[in-house]
């Protein structure tokens, strides 16, 4: 069955960085786009960054736009965030997810598989 697990989240002072992870399985990896969102307490899930298949394509939440980066590596099967200038507003579970579409898409409700999370805490 398809797995989604992610690594790579802790606590880091604001400023700090963070390399989450997201190794995937059961799936034809090169033909999903991926996708981070995250989910503070009390709030809802919120869109982070999303890639293309290809890794051609990127887009961003404008709260994390040029302190995050998205990246994939189809023959490892991973896609990874890295975070940089963390604030604690960042603090938040992780998930990574995998979309079987084409287009990128920032809903969550159209990707079709999830991870369990990471938990980041930022502290100030």
């Known amino acids: 069955q398809v797995q989604l697990v992610e690594s790579g989240g802790g606590l880091v002072q604001a400023g700090g960085s963070l390399r989450l992870s997201c190794a995937a399985s059961g799936l034809t990896f090169s033909a999903y786009v991926m996708g981070w969102f995250r989910q503070a307490p009390g709030k809802e899930r919120e869109f982070v960054a999303v890639?293309?298949?290809?890794?051609?394509?990127?887009h961003y939440a404008n709260s994390v736009k040029g302190r995050f980066t998205i990246s994939r590596d189809n023959a490892k099967n991973t896609v990874n965030l890295q975070m940089n200038s963390l604030k604690p507003e960042d603090t938040a579970v992780y998930y990574c997810?995998?979309?079987?579409?084409?287009?990128?898409?920032?809903?969550?409700?159209?990707?079709?598989?999830w991870g369990q999370g990471t938990q980041v805490t930022v502290s100030s």
């Open positions: 890639i293309s298949r290809s890794a051609g394509n990127t």
């Open positions: 997810a995998a979309d079987g579409g084409v287009l990128v898409t920032t809903w969550g409700n159209n990707y079709d598989y």
